[in-house]
């Protein structure tokens, strides 16, 4: 009984703090706090109700401990969603199609760092930082992979 207690201890408290990450939907108010942390931009792009990988990264990477921790010090997170069976706002939509394009993704799932400058006529530019997508190795592989190209450019 009290392994079966610890264990389910152990599981509530990987979800919880999986849970206090922030994704931010809205791409705009993402960039008006990434501009106030001074913290680049994680974009994921995914298809969350429908891609292997993409739920594969979630599970392995995403929703992990050592994740959360990362992600609380190193970047503003920004899911960008291209769900089959899931609805969404009309704006959304537009939305992440318009990055899709923007970035040129073909492929879920693709992680994109970015930094965002707004040039004299108000236009954003976004500063490209590195990509990746699935890693094998769980989340010190894949982080490991992430700080290389983070660590090079920033």
Request: net charge positive; proline share 4%.
């Amino acid at each position: 009984m009290k392994k079966i207690i610890i264990a389910f201890l152990i599981v509530f408290s990987v979800n919880t703090q999986a849970q206090d990450l922030k994704w931010h939907t809205n791409i705009k108010e993402a960039i008006a706090v990434s501009n106030k942390e001074k913290k680049p931009l994680m974009l994921f792009f995914t298809g969350s109700d429908w891609c292997g990988w993409c739920i594969r990264l979630q599970n392995e990477v995403l929703k992990t401990p050592e994740f959360t921790k990362w992600a609380k010090t190193n970047v503003v997170l920004v899911e960008l969603d291209y769900p089959r069976r899931t609805a969404q706002l009309p704006e959304i939509k537009q939305q992440n199609a318009e990055l899709q394009q923007v970035f040129g993704i073909q492929g879920f799932p693709t992680v994109f760092f970015t930094n965002v400058e707004k040039d004299k006529d108000g236009r954003l530019n976004f500063k490209a930082l590195g990509k990746t997508g699935y890693v094998a190795g769980g989340p010190q592989a894949w982080l490991a992979e992430v700080n290389g190209f983070l660590k090079a450019k920033i």
